[in-house]
T-cell receptor, first 112, second 116 residues
Framework: ELKVEQNPLFLSMQEGKNYTIYCNYS?????LYWYRQDPGKSLESLFV?????AVKQEGRLMASLDTKARLSTLHITAAVHDLSATYFC????????????FGKGTLLTVNP | GAVVSQHPSRVICKSGTSVKIECRSL??????MFWYRQFPKQSLMLMAT?????????EQGVEKDKFLINHASLTLSTLTVTSAHPEDSSFYIC????????????FGSGTRLTVV
């Protein structure tokens, strides 16, 4: 059974600071996704990482994937209040039987 | 980009009644659709996977007679919560994929179900 572990689960940071959220998973997969969820809303897709070494950046967020280490990171640069949300990583179980397994999520609070 | 429409966004129903939630892929053919449930401050829990024209595959512990899923076309899946009880109150989210890995998964806007 595929397991996805995210840490930290809670992150409170000051505006302007940098931080990294980690996502470890238990079985071989080279399809990993990052989502953002605002309170009361559904998921917003941030990044789709489909190969080892993939790195994608959008604004102050950068995601990377190391399939050998079974690790993905979401790096936040110079955080701003608008980034406050819950961030989920999810891993595809691979093959043709599509199914996502989610981490528990990281609740990010950026304080002014 | 790919869009998935989910309705209703909020619904309040009485205990014992049934509620239907619709999930439509607007600009792509969704070979596979997924239904999730999310409790407050928790992650998404996959309830079932449905492929067009086939019976849904339910996750362990999900009652298939209570949560009826129909995926009659490549653009529409429905989840019916039958004989709803207050403990069924939750946030239900659908997702769809066209089956191509790079396309990823597109999520609907979610349905907040409150059973009173």
């Amino acid at each position: 059974e595929l397991k996805v572990e995210q840490n930290p689960l809670f992150l409170s940071m000051q505006e302007g600071k940098n931080y990294t959220i980690y996502c470890n998973y238990s079985t071989t997969s080279d399809r990993l996704y990052w989502y953002r969820q605002d309170p009361g809303k559904s998921l917003e897709s941030l990044f789709v990482l489909l190969s080892n070494g993939a790195v994608k950046q959008e604004g102050r967020l950068m995601a990377s994937l190391d399939t050998k280490a079974r690790l993905s990171t979401l790096h936040i640069t110079a955080a701003v209040h608008d980034l406050s949300a819950t961030y989920f990583c999810a891993v595809d179980n691979g093959g043709s039987n599509y199914k996502l397994t989610f981490g528990k999520g990281t609740l990010l609070t950026v304080n002014p | 980009g790919a869009v998935v429409s989910q309705h209703p966004s909020r619904v309040i129903c009485k205990s014992g009644t049934s509620v239907k939630i619709e999930c439509r892929s607007l600009d792509f053919q969704a070979t596979t659709m997924f239904w999730y449930r999310q409790f407050p401050k928790q992650s998404l829990m996959l309830m079932a996977t449905s492929n067009e024209g086939s019976k849904a595959t339910y996750e362990q512990g999900v009652e298939k007679d209570k949560f009826l899923i129909n995926h009659a076309s490549l653009t529409l899946s429905t989840l019916t919560v039958t004989s709803a009880h207050p403990e069924d109150s939750s946030f239900y989210i659908c997702s769809a994929t066209s089956g191509v890995g790079i396309a990823g998964y597109t999520f609907g806007s979610g349905t907040r179900l409150t059973v009173v």
